[in-house]
């Protein structure tokens, strides 16, 4: 009878210690997949924003600034929800060589908690190749129409151009450099798979790049 308890509690010493490495190691893999989604995401958006801001011009480009609360231990952090509008066009003029403008990029981060998404859509112009002072009052109207902008999906959206980059937004922040004439972009996301072996707390990964986007196209300047 001894020698069974004693086979029996070895038993449950070792099962226990296996359980404790399959959990260990389950917990890395889960993290793991999701640092490898979060940069794999991070590059598709930079590539994307890489392009649209390099064929737009630094004048013709306008952002909006927004903060939304996240509960991070040890507490509330406030972080950034930008949203972006930019000038694009469609052809260049065969006499002069400068751009047809015709429409605008748009970049709307929301402010869902603790993640939120990035969503991108185009919209056209009211005019259909609008001259430096339509891109100047269209971006104007950007700005002090937010809320028809943020609305997901958009009423401004052309069909077909809305796009879904991410659903694990942490951090969209974007200003505009003057000195050297750069859009810099900070871009952070955040996401959360499985539990921990204590506590119940999600596991979390966040990855973040500080990006300086080139508007190459110099035409026009407002």
């Known amino acids: 009878m001894l020698e069974l308890v004693m086979a029996l509690t070895l038993l449950l010493l070792i099962t226990g210690v296996l359980f404790a490495i399959f ?67 469609g052809s260049y003029d065969p006499v002069t ?23 991108s859509y185009d919209v056209s112009s009211s005019v259909p190749q609008c001259a430096p002072g339509v891109v100047q009052q269209e971006l104007s109207d950007f700005t002090s129409s937010m809320v028809s902008y943020k609305t997901i999906p958009s009423l401004k959206a052309q069909n077909g151009t809305s796009k879904i980059w991410t659903h694990d937004l942490h951090q969209f922040a974007v200003t505009k450099d003057y000195a050297d004439q750069v859009i810099v972009v900070r871009l952070g996301l955040r996401g959360e798979r499985g539990h921990t072996q204590s506590g119940g707390r999600s596991l979390a990964e966040a990855a973040e790049v500080v990006i300086r986007f080139k508007a190459e196209n110099t035409w026009p300047r407002l």
């Open 23 to 89: 959990r260990t190691c389950s917990s890395s893999f889960q993290l793991g997949m999701v640092r490898q989604s979060l940069q794999g995401q991070l590059r598709r958006i930079s590539t994307r924003l890489s392009r649209d801001i390099r064929q737009t011009s630094f004048h013709s480009f306008t952002s909006s600034g927004a903060t939304v609360n996240v509960d991070l231990e040890p507490g509330l952090i406030a972080v950034n929800r930008d949203s972006i509008c930019m000038a694009h066009f």
């Open 97 to 119: 060589g400068q751009p047809s403008w015709n429409g605008y990029t748009v970049y709307v981060a929301t402010s869902r908690v603790p993640r939120g998404q990035l969503v």
